[in-house]
């Protein structure tokens, strides 16, 4: 009742405005200031897309200003009997809460004028990947707008999105998202969504051909990723257990590799901060949790789990290199080594016998990478 009485009120007071015009030359309007209920309206910097800035503006006025409306305010956008109020010669105007900027409300049609979401976010992908580096800074403030205007997205879409942002090199873009969790709503709470951040960090080393400047950044990236699963915003009150991702050497075992690179290429072979043998401590206390077990007429899994091996597999190897083959920490790696190759070498003969010619083959493709610069 409350809420009808509000649209009636302000429906009055905008008819009683345009009843009053008396002088032709001055045009009366109404204007009310709308709460920032889901924080700031996002605002977009101009990018190098025309057709992502087009984008970008119609979902800013059709889809993000209307979650910031009063429920009066929505009646007169959205109910078609009362959109006739919009469409006089006195705008009706209104302001969201902590910004100056003032917007006319229009009509809406919530079928035709609202964008699909999925298929957006999509096409949103595809011009970033196009456009320059600097667009992408345009992905946090959208996503914060889907998320204040109750709109979803599936684990499997912000899987894709820092898949990509990752190959454009934007793990920074990445980790901003992640940090603006509870604006964004870009949670690591699946391994799919783990594996693309952590191999998001390793790929920003193999970006800069292994640069000393790359593969300190790399690492940096995997540490602030590691700390972020630690984030209570993340776990969401998650208790730890052998499928926590805290708890995966998978998702250790990059931090290891990176560290060892560094420590190998760059450090004299030494562990001058200790963050090799800590975090292969880390890798081998969680080493049970994972499956290490592939077989035939599953090149799928074969090949999702030999990207994640791959890293192990040679973050072990020059672990072993830094703190020596022959040290008793050394040799305590040499059954998680033996017990690894021997799934990662079934894992590349299956993905080399089943998967179809025209597949990615990233299990390949990655353990290829690693060993043209590390054997």
């Given at each position: 009742m409350a809420g009808r009485a509000g649209e009636m009120a302000l429906c009055s007071r905008i008819c009683l405005r345009q009843a009053s015009r008396h002088h032709p030359p001055t045009r009366s309007f109404t204007s009310t200031t709308a709460r920032a209920k889901h924080g700031s309206l996002p605002t977009f910097a101009p990018t190098s897309s025309p057709q992502l800035d087009d984008l970008l503006s119609a979902f800013r006025q059709n889809v993000f200003l209307p979650s910031h409306l009063f429920r009066p305010q929505r009646a007169l956008v959205y109910r078609t009997k009362l959109q006739h109020l919009l469409l006089t010669e006195d705008p009706?105007?209104?302001?969201?809460?902590?910004?100056?900027?003032?917007?006319?409300?229009?009509?809406?049609?919530?079928?035709?004028?609202?964008?699909?979401?999925?298929?957006?976010?999509?096409?949103?992908?595809?011009?970033?990947?196009?456009?320059?580096?600097?667009?992408?800074?345009?992905?946090?403030?959208?996503?914060?707008?889907?998320?204040?205007?109750?709109?979803?997205?599936?684990?499997?879409?912000?899987?894709?999105?820092?898949?990509?942002?990752?190959?454009?090199?934007?793990?920074?873009?990445?980790?901003?998202?992640?940090?603006?969790?509870?604006?964004?709503?870009?949670?690591?709470?699946?391994?799919?969504?783990?594996?693309?951040?952590?191999?998001?960090?390793?790929?920003?080393?193999?970006?800069?051909?292994?640069?000393?400047?790359?593969?300190?950044?790399?690492?940096?990236?995997?540490?602030?990723?590691?700390?972020?699963?630690?984030?209570?915003?993340?776990?969401?009150?998650?208790?730890?257990?052998?499928?926590?991702?805290?708890?995966?050497?998978?998702?250790?075992?990059?931090?290891?590799?990176?560290?060892?690179?560094?420590?190998?290429?760059?450090?004299?072979?030494?562990?001058?901060?200790?963050?090799?043998?800590?975090?292969?401590?880390?890798?081998?206390?969680?080493?049970?949790?994972?499956?290490?077990?592939?077989?035939?007429?599953?090149?799928s899994d074969a090949n999702y789990k030999l990207v994640m091996w791959s890293p192990m597999w040679y973050g072990l190897k020059t672990a072993q290199q830094v703190l020596g083959e022959n040290s008793e920490f050394g040799r305590s790696l040499d059954k998680a080594l033996q017990d690894l190759a021997l799934s990662i070498q079934k894992a590349k003969d299956i993905i080399s016998a089943e998967a179809p010619k025209n597949s990615k083959r990233r299990g390949l493709e990655m353990y290829s990478k690693l060993a043209s610069v590390l054997e």
């Open positions: 009706v105007t209104a302001s969201v809460s902590g910004s100056d900027e003032v917007h006319t409300l229009k009509p809406l049609s919530r079928v035709k004028d609202e964008p699909n979401t999925r298929k957006s976010l999509n096409k949103v992908l595809e011009l970033l990947g196009e456009g320059e580096a600097r667009d992408w800074d345009c992905l946090p403030g959208f996503l914060e707008g889907l998320k204040g205007a109750g709109r979803k997205i599936s684990p499997a879409m912000v899987e894709k999105l820092v898949r990509r942002a990752s190959e454009k090199g934007r793990q920074g873009t990445v980790m901003e998202c992640l940090r603006r969790v509870e604006r964004t709503g870009v949670v690591l709470d699946s391994p799919e969504v783990a594996r693309e951040v952590m191999l998001g960090a390793l790929r920003k080393a193999m970006q800069s051909e292994w640069s000393e400047e790359g593969v300190t950044k790399a690492l940096k990236y995997a540490e602030g990723f590691l700390e972020l699963m630690e984030d209570p915003r993340h776990v969401q009150g998650r208790r730890l257990s052998s499928e926590d991702l805290r708890c995966r050497p998978e998702t250790i075992g990059f931090a290891v590799l990176l560290a060892g690179v560094r420590a190998v290429k760059y450090s004299n072979k030494k562990d001058e901060d200790g963050k090799i043998r800590s975090y292969t401590e880390r890798m081998l206390a969680t080493w049970g949790n994972a499956d290490y077990v592939v077989t035939n007429g599953a090149w």
